[in-house]
């Protein structure tokens, strides 16, 4: 479905009158006069529509200091957003605001409440399969791993590989029944390839997971025109979420192992932290799955470890490196790691009801990661390498160059949005108090109650822990001798709470100083 409309119900007649008058075909001012006053009710009405939608999304989680109680909805399964016709909202298009988008509304707000989750409150999120006796669908941990339902989000700009994906995660999944697929599909019509097209017709192939799982499939299609980066594509992805007991984050280009369903839950469970999030960049497709078996044929996998600060028109802001892949140094679980990565990310569905990606961040692509991992710490969540890949990325590299190399990229509008990017930077640098330089009343702070920060954890303690200087731009190198080899593993899981709710920083202590620092 194609979700943006436009804002002004002008027709044809008067765009031409409004664009000869901008290329200033009429000279005279009277008649500039006469039409600016009948422009003026066009233009009042333009931001009483603007005000109206900035006013539907401020959902504040605290009324006068106070913090407001959680609601969790009712959970439903199966569920698409294709029953929700008529009941999506309206929303300012973020890098046009001339623009208004119709889109899903959230499952959820934040239900964190600006304290630690209790571990009945995250129970109570999470669909099951199966109804109990009472026709609930949410029955917390009682429901059997194997009837757990996944939520998998893919944004994806103008890519022939996102069906293929789509039909690697059905067709590869050992209960294919439990997963649902949201895909923000950016594309242009007669164009491009829609991801929930069949690779070959229905007709001629009704088994392909494009056919046999459609139900199991939502597209939210949109013009590539509006495209303005990951950050947006994935905030309306996050906005598809109808509370599954998991979620996860892909790519549009991924191909998944056999069974990785039922491995990838294993790994989640065996860490014993519901606020658990495995999160890595993922490994390259060359050389990494036995097509005869669908199996995994490597035995290493990367950690996030490796992040420095970069400059750029954006300002200075930190990206993550090319991460070190090895043997696992932690075994029969996944490892802590400090970092959390877009490209893949796995964890229960009440992560992206607390830590929804920000509506208000177009043209950002380097910086994404820090904002969602500070969010995410900030509240309480910790993140884990997983032990064993259950996916694999094409890569535009080796074999897969030339395809790979033919995609498009959302940079393609670059000019069509210039300088919001800018503004974005600075709004998502300073939730995350990257920029104490900056006067904090210079960046927009719309709806930061639901896109900003904890009070579990703050970020201070992050950057204190982890040797980042946000005065300087600076941090401390060589980080990965301490996460890769285990000892913060080691170390801060000794601090996880007795139920399962997160590692207990308060406990922590330590700073990371560079080990080979002259």
């Given at each position: 479905?194609?979700?943006l409309v436009p804002m002004d119900d002008d027709d044809d007649d008067d765009d031409a009158s409004s664009e000869g008058s901008e290329e200033g075909d009429d000279g005279e001012g009277g008649d500039d006069e006469e039409e600016s006053e009948?422009?003026?009710?066009?233009?009042?009405?333009?931001?009483?529509?603007?005000?109206?939608?900035?006013?539907?999304?401020?959902?504040?989680?605290?009324?006068?200091?106070?913090?407001?109680?959680?609601?969790?909805?009712?959970?439903?399964?199966?569920?698409?957003?294709?029953?929700?016709?008529?009941?999506?909202?309206?929303?300012?298009?973020?890098?046009?605001?001339?623009?208004?988008?119709?889109?899903?509304?959230?499952?959820?707000?934040?239900?964190?409440?600006?304290?630690?989750?209790?571990?009945?409150?995250?129970?109570?999120?999470?669909?099951?399969?199966?109804?109990?006796?009472?026709?609930?669908?949410?029955?917390?941990?009682?429901?059997?791993?194997?009837?757990?339902?996944?939520?998998?989000?893919?944004?994806?700009?103008?890519?022939?590989?996102?069906?293929?994906?789509?039909?690697?995660?059905?067709?590869?999944?050992?209960?294919?029944?439990?997963?649902?697929v949201g895909v923000v599909d950016q594309i242009v019509a007669d164009e491009d390839f829609s991801c929930e097209s069949s690779i070959n017709p229905c007709s001629d192939d009704p088994e392909q997971a494009l056919c046999k799982h459609r139900d199991l499939i939502d597209v939210f299609q949109m013009d590539a025109i509006y495209a303005v980066g990951p950050v947006f594509a994935r905030h309306v992805g996050h906005r598809m979420y109808r509370g599954e007991y998991y979620t996860m984050q892909s790519d549009a280009h991924v191909t998944f192992t056999k069974g990785w369903d039922v491995d990838i839950i294993n790994q989640q469970e065996s860490i014993g932290n519901d606020m658990a999030v495995q999160s890595t960049y993922l490994t390259d497709i060359v050389g990494s799955i036995d097509e005869r078996t669908g199996l995994s044929k490597r035995n290493t996998r990367p950690i996030m470890c490796n992040t420095d600060y970069e400059g750029g028109v954006q300002g200075k802001h930190l990206r993550h490196g090319s991460q070190p892949e090895r043997h696992p140094s932690i075994y029969g679980m996944p490892q802590l790691q400090p970092y959390w990565a877009a490209g893949f990310s796995f964890s229960?569905?009440?992560?992206?009801?607390?830590?929804?990606?920000?509506?208000?961040?177009?043209?950002?692509?380097?910086?994404?990661?820090?904002?969602?991992?500070?969010?995410?710490?900030?509240?309480?969540?910790?993140?884990?390498?997983?032990?064993?890949?259950?996916?694999?990325?094409?890569?535009?590299?080796?074999?897969?160059?030339?395809?790979?190399?033919?995609?498009?990229?959302?940079?393609?509008?670059?000019?069509?949005?210039?300088?919001?990017?800018?503004?974005?930077?600075?709004?998502?640098?300073?939730?995350?108090?990257?920029?104490?330089?900056?006067?904090?009343?210079?960046?927009?702070?719309?709806?930061?109650?639901?896109?900003?920060?904890?009070?579990?954890?703050?970020?201070?303690?992050?950057?204190?822990?982890?040797?980042?200087?946000?005065?300087?731009?600076?941090?401390?190198?060589?980080?990965?001798?301490?996460?890769?080899?285990?000892?913060?593993?080691?170390?801060?899981?000794?601090?996880?709470?007795?139920?399962g709710m997160g590692i207990d920083y308060n406990k922590i202590s330590y700073r990371f100083k560079n080990p080979m620092k002259n």
């Open positions: 479905r194609d979700g009948e422009e003026e009710p066009a233009e009042e009405n333009k931001n009483q529509l603007h005000g109206d939608v900035e006013r539907a999304h401020q959902m504040p989680m605290s009324v006068n200091g106070k913090p407001v109680n959680p609601v969790v909805p009712d959970h439903k399964w199966p569920v698409s957003i294709r029953n929700e016709d008529g009941n999506f909202e309206d929303i300012m298009h973020p890098g046009d605001d001339t623009q208004i988008m119709s889109v899903p509304r959230f499952w959820s707000d934040p239900v964190h409440a600006n304290k630690l989750m209790s571990r009945t409150l995250a129970m109570s999120i999470g669909s099951c399969i199966k109804a109990d006796r009472k026709g609930n669908h949410a029955v917390g941990d009682d429901c059997p791993k194997n009837d757990r339902t996944i939520f998998v989000a893919i944004a994806s700009y103008r890519d022939w590989q996102c069906r293929y994906t789509v039909e690697s995660i059905f067709t590869r999944a050992t209960y294919p029944e439990r997963v649902r229960r569905g009440h992560f992206v009801v607390n830590v929804p990606y920000d509506q208000y961040q177009p043209m950002i692509f380097q910086g994404e990661e820090m904002s969602i991992g500070l969010r995410g710490f900030t509240i309480g969540y910790d993140y884990y390498a997983t032990e064993k890949s259950v996916c694999f990325h094409h890569y535009a590299e080796g074999p897969n160059a030339a395809k790979r190399r033919k995609v498009k990229s959302f940079w393609e509008h670059a000019d069509k949005y210039a300088g919001t990017g800018k503004k974005a930077m600075t709004r998502l640098l300073g939730i995350v108090g990257m920029n104490p330089e900056v006067d904090p009343s210079t960046w927009d702070h719309s709806e930061e109650d639901r896109y900003g920060c904890g009070k579990v954890r703050t970020t201070q303690k992050f950057y204190d822990t982890f040797g980042i200087d946000v005065v300087h731009k600076r941090t401390e190198h060589n980080l990965c001798e301490f996460v890769q080899t285990g000892i913060m593993h080691n170390d801060f899981m000794k601090f996880l709470r007795k139920d």
